[in-house]
Protein backbone atom coordinates (compact mmCIF):
# COMPACT_ATOMS: atom_id res chain seq x y z
CA UNK A 1 0.00 0.00 0.00
CA UNK A 2 1.55 3.38 -1.08
CA UNK A 3 0.43 6.92 0.70
CA UNK A 4 0.20 9.66 -1.43
CA UNK A 5 2.11 12.30 0.29
CA UNK A 6 -0.08 14.24 2.44
CA UNK A 7 -1.93 11.30 3.35
CA UNK A 8 -1.62 9.25 6.55
CA UNK A 9 -3.14 6.02 7.71
CA UNK A 10 -6.74 6.62 9.84
CA UNK A 11 -5.79 7.45 13.04
CA UNK A 12 -2.16 8.88 12.51
CA UNK A 13 -0.86 12.40 12.44
CA UNK A 14 2.19 13.52 10.92
CA UNK A 15 4.78 13.99 12.77
CA UNK A 16 4.58 18.15 12.31
CA UNK A 17 1.45 18.24 12.68
CA UNK A 18 1.67 16.49 15.95
CA UNK A 19 4.46 18.57 17.02
CA UNK A 20 2.43 21.93 15.72
CA UNK A 21 -0.99 20.56 17.55
CA UNK A 22 1.63 20.23 20.73
CA UNK A 23 2.69 23.83 20.98
CA UNK A 24 -0.43 25.40 20.21
CA UNK A 25 -2.33 23.18 23.43
CA UNK A 26 0.37 23.84 25.33
CA UNK A 27 0.93 27.89 24.72
CA UNK A 28 -2.78 28.39 25.17
CA UNK A 29 -2.88 26.37 28.47
CA UNK A 30 -0.15 28.43 29.49
CA UNK A 31 -2.05 31.56 28.67
CA UNK A 32 -5.18 30.41 30.28
CA UNK A 33 -3.21 29.68 33.63
CA UNK A 34 -1.33 33.15 33.45
CA UNK A 35 -5.16 34.91 33.02
CA UNK A 36 -6.55 33.01 35.77
CA UNK A 37 -3.69 32.92 38.32
CA UNK A 38 -1.13 34.89 36.73
CA UNK A 39 2.84 34.26 37.07
CA UNK A 40 2.60 31.62 39.79
CA UNK A 41 -0.53 30.02 37.89
CA UNK A 42 2.20 28.95 35.14
CA UNK A 43 3.92 25.47 36.54
CA UNK A 44 4.53 22.86 34.30
CA UNK A 45 2.25 20.65 36.29
CA UNK A 46 -0.49 23.04 36.12
CA UNK A 47 0.24 23.81 32.39
CA UNK A 48 0.57 19.64 31.83
CA UNK A 49 -2.20 19.03 33.52
CA UNK A 50 -4.30 22.02 31.91
CA UNK A 51 -3.18 21.11 28.19
CA UNK A 52 -3.50 17.03 28.13
CA UNK A 53 0.35 15.97 28.23
CA UNK A 54 2.83 14.76 30.31
CA UNK A 55 5.19 17.30 32.86
CA UNK A 56 7.91 15.52 30.66
CA UNK A 57 6.85 16.41 27.08
CA UNK A 58 6.58 20.39 28.75
CA UNK A 59 9.89 20.17 30.12
CA UNK A 60 11.40 18.84 27.25
CA UNK A 61 10.64 21.69 25.18
CA UNK A 62 10.26 24.42 27.70
CA UNK A 63 12.59 24.03 30.70
CA UNK A 64 11.68 26.57 32.69
CA UNK A 65 8.60 28.72 33.45
CA UNK A 66 9.97 31.81 31.51
CA UNK A 67 10.49 29.62 28.24
CA UNK A 68 7.33 28.70 28.61
CA UNK A 69 6.04 32.14 29.51
CA UNK A 70 7.92 34.14 26.51
CA UNK A 71 6.47 31.46 24.23
CA UNK A 72 3.37 32.08 25.21
CA UNK A 73 3.03 35.61 24.34
CA UNK A 74 4.90 35.41 21.16
CA UNK A 75 1.59 32.70 19.74
CA UNK A 76 -0.37 35.18 22.02
CA UNK A 77 0.69 38.62 19.58
CA UNK A 78 -1.97 37.83 16.70
CA UNK A 79 -4.18 40.19 18.25
CA UNK A 80 -7.43 41.32 16.16
CA UNK A 81 -6.79 44.61 14.69
CA UNK A 82 -8.52 47.05 12.31
CA UNK A 83 -8.62 46.78 8.69
CA UNK A 84 -7.33 50.81 7.73
CA UNK A 85 -9.23 52.05 5.38
CA UNK A 86 -7.08 55.03 4.79
CA UNK A 87 -9.34 57.43 6.77
CA UNK A 88 -7.14 58.52 10.12
CA UNK A 89 -10.08 59.22 11.91
CA UNK A 90 -11.69 56.30 11.00
CA UNK A 91 -8.96 53.62 11.71
CA UNK A 92 -7.61 55.08 14.72
CA UNK A 93 -11.16 54.64 16.52
CA UNK A 94 -11.29 51.47 14.54
CA UNK A 95 -7.88 50.30 16.40
CA UNK A 96 -8.94 51.65 19.72
CA UNK A 97 -12.43 49.77 19.29
CA UNK A 98 -10.22 46.60 18.72
CA UNK A 99 -7.67 46.95 21.22
CA UNK A 100 -10.45 47.38 23.91
CA UNK A 101 -12.45 44.31 22.63
CA UNK A 102 -9.05 42.20 23.21
CA UNK A 103 -8.79 43.31 26.56
CA UNK A 104 -11.96 41.42 27.19
CA UNK A 105 -12.24 39.36 24.73
CA UNK A 106 -8.70 37.62 24.51
CA UNK A 107 -8.01 38.52 28.49
CA UNK A 108 -5.48 41.43 27.21
CA UNK A 109 -6.09 43.34 30.41
CA UNK A 110 -4.76 40.34 32.22
CA UNK A 111 -1.52 39.22 29.92
CA UNK A 112 -0.79 43.08 30.25
CA UNK A 113 -1.62 43.59 34.10
CA UNK A 114 1.02 40.36 34.47
CA UNK A 115 3.61 41.53 31.94
CA UNK A 116 3.38 45.08 33.69
CA UNK A 117 3.56 43.61 37.37
CA UNK A 118 6.63 41.03 36.55
CA UNK A 119 8.57 42.62 34.70
CA UNK A 120 9.58 44.32 38.15
CA UNK A 121 10.92 41.30 39.93
CA UNK A 122 11.85 39.41 36.93
CA UNK A 123 13.73 41.78 34.23
CA UNK A 124 14.24 38.72 31.87
CA UNK A 125 10.51 39.67 31.13
CA UNK A 126 11.55 43.50 30.18
CA UNK A 127 12.02 42.03 26.78
CA UNK A 128 9.20 39.83 26.33
CA UNK A 129 6.82 43.03 27.30
CA UNK A 130 8.76 45.70 25.37
CA UNK A 131 8.16 43.32 22.36
CA UNK A 132 4.76 42.36 23.03
CA UNK A 133 3.57 45.75 23.53
CA UNK A 134 5.32 47.26 20.62
CA UNK A 135 3.81 44.11 18.14
CA UNK A 136 0.42 45.37 19.55
CA UNK A 137 0.90 49.55 19.01
CA UNK A 138 2.57 48.46 15.21
CA UNK A 139 -0.51 49.14 13.13
CA UNK A 140 -1.85 52.23 15.02
CA UNK A 141 1.56 53.28 14.90
CA UNK A 142 1.60 52.88 11.35
CA UNK A 143 -1.41 55.13 11.05
CA UNK A 144 -0.34 57.69 12.43
CA UNK A 145 3.63 58.08 10.40
CA UNK A 146 2.53 59.85 7.83
CA UNK A 147 1.17 63.05 10.29
CA UNK A 148 3.90 62.80 13.15
CA UNK A 149 6.99 61.36 14.06
CA UNK A 150 9.84 61.83 17.11
CA UNK A 151 8.53 63.00 20.33
CA UNK A 152 5.23 64.07 18.86
CA UNK A 153 4.54 60.46 17.86
CA UNK A 154 5.64 59.14 21.63
CA UNK A 155 3.01 61.86 22.81
CA UNK A 156 0.35 60.73 21.00
CA UNK A 157 0.70 57.47 20.88
CA UNK A 158 0.86 57.25 24.97
CA UNK A 159 -1.76 58.85 25.47
CA UNK A 160 -3.97 56.91 22.50
CA UNK A 161 -2.84 53.73 23.84
CA UNK A 162 -3.06 54.77 27.64
CA UNK A 163 -6.97 56.02 26.87
CA UNK A 164 -7.63 52.18 26.91
CA UNK A 165 -5.05 51.03 29.19
CA UNK A 166 -5.74 53.54 32.17
CA UNK A 167 -9.07 52.98 32.79
CA UNK A 168 -9.09 49.47 31.73
CA UNK A 169 -6.26 48.22 34.15
CA UNK A 170 -6.18 51.12 36.79
CA UNK A 171 -10.58 51.84 37.42
CA UNK A 172 -12.01 48.43 35.76
CA UNK A 173 -13.67 50.72 33.62
CA UNK A 174 -13.68 49.93 29.76
CA UNK A 175 -14.24 53.34 28.00
CA UNK A 176 -17.30 53.66 26.05
CA UNK A 177 -17.85 54.45 21.63
CA UNK A 178 -18.55 58.04 22.84
CA UNK A 179 -15.10 58.35 24.76
CA UNK A 180 -13.17 56.62 21.91
CA UNK A 181 -14.65 59.12 19.59
CA UNK A 182 -13.98 61.96 22.47
CA UNK A 183 -10.10 61.16 22.46
CA UNK A 184 -9.44 60.65 18.60
CA UNK A 185 -11.11 63.91 17.94
CA UNK A 186 -9.18 65.76 20.69
CA UNK A 187 -6.02 64.28 19.50
CA UNK A 188 -6.83 65.13 16.03
CA UNK A 189 -8.26 68.59 16.28
CA UNK A 190 -5.30 69.32 18.28
CA UNK A 191 -2.75 68.08 16.14
CA UNK A 192 -4.37 70.50 13.28
CA UNK A 193 -3.35 73.59 15.54
CA UNK A 194 -0.66 72.47 18.37
CA UNK A 195 2.65 73.32 17.92
CA UNK B 1 6.66 64.04 90.83
CA UNK B 2 3.90 65.34 88.83
CA UNK B 3 4.60 65.02 85.07
CA UNK B 4 2.91 68.11 82.54
CA UNK B 5 0.37 66.97 79.86
CA UNK B 6 2.24 66.37 77.01
CA UNK B 7 5.84 65.45 78.74
CA UNK B 8 7.16 62.03 79.68
CA UNK B 9 9.68 60.46 81.90
CA UNK B 10 12.66 60.23 79.48
CA UNK B 11 12.92 57.13 77.61
CA UNK B 12 9.28 56.72 77.54
CA UNK B 13 7.02 57.45 74.43
CA UNK B 14 3.02 58.21 75.28
CA UNK B 15 1.33 55.29 73.89
CA UNK B 16 -0.65 56.73 71.51
CA UNK B 17 3.08 57.65 69.82
CA UNK B 18 4.19 54.19 70.26
CA UNK B 19 0.81 53.06 68.54
CA UNK B 20 1.30 55.84 65.65
CA UNK B 21 4.97 54.71 65.29
CA UNK B 22 4.39 51.20 65.36
CA UNK B 23 1.85 51.73 62.54
CA UNK B 24 3.63 53.54 60.42
CA UNK B 25 6.62 51.63 60.57
CA UNK B 26 4.69 48.32 59.49
CA UNK B 27 2.57 50.63 56.57
CA UNK B 28 6.32 51.78 55.46
CA UNK B 29 7.57 47.80 55.41
CA UNK B 30 4.66 46.54 53.78
CA UNK B 31 5.02 49.04 51.21
CA UNK B 32 8.72 47.84 50.60
CA UNK B 33 7.85 44.04 50.39
CA UNK B 34 5.66 44.90 47.93
CA UNK B 35 7.58 47.16 45.47
CA UNK B 36 10.09 44.64 45.70
CA UNK B 37 8.23 41.20 45.73
CA UNK B 38 4.58 42.17 44.54
CA UNK B 39 1.45 40.86 46.56
CA UNK B 40 3.87 37.63 47.48
CA UNK B 41 6.22 39.33 49.08
CA UNK B 42 4.12 40.48 51.62
CA UNK B 43 4.26 37.89 54.57
CA UNK B 44 3.94 38.65 58.48
CA UNK B 45 7.32 36.94 58.64
CA UNK B 46 9.30 39.52 56.21
CA UNK B 47 6.90 42.69 57.27
CA UNK B 48 7.84 41.80 60.91
CA UNK B 49 11.23 41.13 60.31
CA UNK B 50 11.89 43.96 58.32
CA UNK B 51 9.78 46.68 60.37
CA UNK B 52 11.77 44.96 63.13
CA UNK B 53 8.61 44.13 65.13
CA UNK B 54 7.25 40.58 66.42
CA UNK B 55 5.18 38.84 64.00
CA UNK B 56 2.79 38.55 66.83
CA UNK B 57 2.40 42.76 66.78
CA UNK B 58 1.33 42.60 63.54
CA UNK B 59 -1.05 39.83 63.49
CA UNK B 60 -2.84 41.46 66.61
CA UNK B 61 -3.42 44.26 63.87
CA UNK B 62 -3.46 43.51 60.99
CA UNK B 63 -4.54 39.47 60.58
CA UNK B 64 -3.82 38.83 56.88
CA UNK B 65 -2.21 40.11 53.83
CA UNK B 66 -5.35 41.92 52.54
CA UNK B 67 -5.65 44.33 55.89
CA UNK B 68 -2.02 45.14 55.84
CA UNK B 69 -2.35 46.01 51.93
CA UNK B 70 -5.34 47.38 52.21
CA UNK B 71 -4.16 50.32 55.00
CA UNK B 72 -0.52 50.49 53.28
CA UNK B 73 -2.07 51.86 50.23
CA UNK B 74 -4.15 53.98 52.04
CA UNK B 75 -0.65 55.51 53.98
CA UNK B 76 0.59 55.31 50.62
CA UNK B 77 -1.78 58.26 49.38
CA UNK B 78 -0.30 60.54 50.08
CA UNK B 79 1.57 61.44 47.20
CA UNK B 80 3.23 64.73 45.96
CA UNK B 81 1.25 66.74 43.64
CA UNK B 82 1.68 69.86 42.35
CA UNK B 83 0.33 73.17 43.67
CA UNK B 84 -2.36 74.81 41.26
CA UNK B 85 -1.65 78.31 39.83
CA UNK B 86 -4.57 79.00 38.20
CA UNK B 87 -3.39 78.37 34.52
CA UNK B 88 -4.71 75.61 32.69
CA UNK B 89 -1.90 74.98 30.76
CA UNK B 90 1.28 74.79 34.12
CA UNK B 91 -1.46 72.89 35.95
CA UNK B 92 -1.53 69.91 33.71
CA UNK B 93 1.43 69.94 32.92
CA UNK B 94 2.92 70.16 36.50
CA UNK B 95 0.27 67.35 37.61
CA UNK B 96 1.90 65.04 34.54
CA UNK B 97 5.44 66.27 35.57
CA UNK B 98 4.40 65.03 39.66
CA UNK B 99 3.22 61.88 38.80
CA UNK B 100 6.24 61.49 36.41
CA UNK B 101 8.44 61.83 39.09
CA UNK B 102 6.30 59.76 42.13
CA UNK B 103 6.14 56.43 39.62
CA UNK B 104 10.41 56.51 40.08
CA UNK B 105 11.02 58.50 43.00
CA UNK B 106 7.94 56.72 45.10
CA UNK B 107 7.91 53.52 43.11
CA UNK B 108 4.34 54.06 42.36
CA UNK B 109 4.92 52.31 39.37
CA UNK B 110 5.09 48.83 41.12
CA UNK B 111 2.51 49.64 43.44
CA UNK B 112 -0.01 50.50 40.24
CA UNK B 113 1.40 47.15 38.37
CA UNK B 114 0.27 45.62 41.54
CA UNK B 115 -3.22 46.45 42.33
CA UNK B 116 -3.56 46.72 38.65
CA UNK B 117 -2.32 43.06 38.70
CA UNK B 118 -3.45 41.50 41.62
CA UNK B 119 -7.10 43.04 41.39
CA UNK B 120 -7.55 39.89 38.93
CA UNK B 121 -7.57 37.24 41.03
CA UNK B 122 -8.07 38.93 44.50
CA UNK B 123 -11.29 40.59 44.13
CA UNK B 124 -11.06 42.55 47.60
CA UNK B 125 -8.32 44.91 45.90
CA UNK B 126 -10.82 45.84 43.62
CA UNK B 127 -11.96 48.42 45.64
CA UNK B 128 -8.75 48.97 47.24
CA UNK B 129 -7.20 49.70 43.44
CA UNK B 130 -9.91 52.08 42.70
CA UNK B 131 -9.62 54.21 45.81
CA UNK B 132 -6.02 54.85 45.31
CA UNK B 133 -6.37 55.32 41.33
CA UNK B 134 -8.95 57.74 42.55
CA UNK B 135 -7.10 59.76 45.07
CA UNK B 136 -4.34 59.82 43.18
CA UNK B 137 -6.24 61.45 39.45
CA UNK B 138 -8.30 64.02 42.27
CA UNK B 139 -6.47 66.89 41.64
CA UNK B 140 -6.25 66.64 38.11
CA UNK B 141 -9.52 66.05 37.74
CA UNK B 142 -9.88 69.37 40.00
CA UNK B 143 -8.28 71.31 37.20
CA UNK B 144 -10.26 70.03 34.84
CA UNK B 145 -14.01 70.29 36.13
CA UNK B 146 -14.26 74.20 35.16
CA UNK B 147 -13.43 73.37 31.89
CA UNK B 148 -15.13 69.92 30.98
CA UNK B 149 -17.67 67.07 32.36
CA UNK B 150 -19.40 63.64 31.51
CA UNK B 151 -17.78 62.12 29.22
CA UNK B 152 -15.27 64.32 28.09
CA UNK B 153 -13.84 64.79 31.16
CA UNK B 154 -13.75 60.91 31.42
CA UNK B 155 -11.67 61.10 27.79
CA UNK B 156 -9.32 63.82 29.29
CA UNK B 157 -8.37 61.91 32.39
CA UNK B 158 -8.01 58.84 31.06
CA UNK B 159 -5.79 60.61 28.02
CA UNK B 160 -3.57 62.57 30.47
CA UNK B 161 -2.83 59.58 32.91
CA UNK B 162 -2.78 57.36 30.26
CA UNK B 163 0.24 59.64 28.84
CA UNK B 164 2.06 58.38 32.32
CA UNK B 165 0.53 55.13 32.55
CA UNK B 166 1.23 53.72 29.52
CA UNK B 167 5.15 54.67 28.34
CA UNK B 168 6.39 53.79 32.29
CA UNK B 169 4.28 50.64 33.11
CA UNK B 170 4.33 48.81 29.31
CA UNK B 171 7.22 50.47 27.83
CA UNK B 172 9.60 50.95 30.40
CA UNK B 173 9.37 54.58 29.26
CA UNK B 174 9.46 57.48 31.29
CA UNK B 175 7.95 60.54 29.03
CA UNK B 176 10.12 63.38 28.45
CA UNK B 177 9.83 66.96 29.49
CA UNK B 178 8.84 67.54 26.01
CA UNK B 179 6.70 64.59 25.47
CA UNK B 180 4.47 65.76 28.43
CA UNK B 181 4.17 69.34 27.13
CA UNK B 182 3.01 67.90 23.93
CA UNK B 183 0.40 65.69 25.80
CA UNK B 184 -1.08 68.77 27.31
CA UNK B 185 -0.58 71.14 24.41
CA UNK B 186 -2.77 68.59 21.95
CA UNK B 187 -5.12 67.98 24.49
CA UNK B 188 -5.96 71.72 25.18
CA UNK B 189 -5.70 72.88 21.60
CA UNK B 190 -8.02 70.07 21.03
CA UNK B 191 -10.46 70.91 23.48
CA UNK B 192 -10.85 74.38 21.61
CA UNK B 193 -11.84 73.34 18.29
CA UNK B 194 -13.32 69.52 18.72
CA UNK B 195 -16.76 69.15 19.21
Not at 112 to 118: G, K
Request: charged share 25%.
Amino acid sequence: MTTTPGSEPAGQEPVDARVVRTRRDVLAATIEELVEGGWDGVTHARVASRAGYSKATIYAHWPDRLALVRDAFASFGDMPHHTPTGDLRTDLVGELTSFRSAMTEHRLDRALAVLAERAGPVPELIEVRNTFVEDGERPMRRTLAPVLSGSRLEAVSAMLCGAIVHPVLLRGHSPSDEEIGTVVDVILQGLLTAR
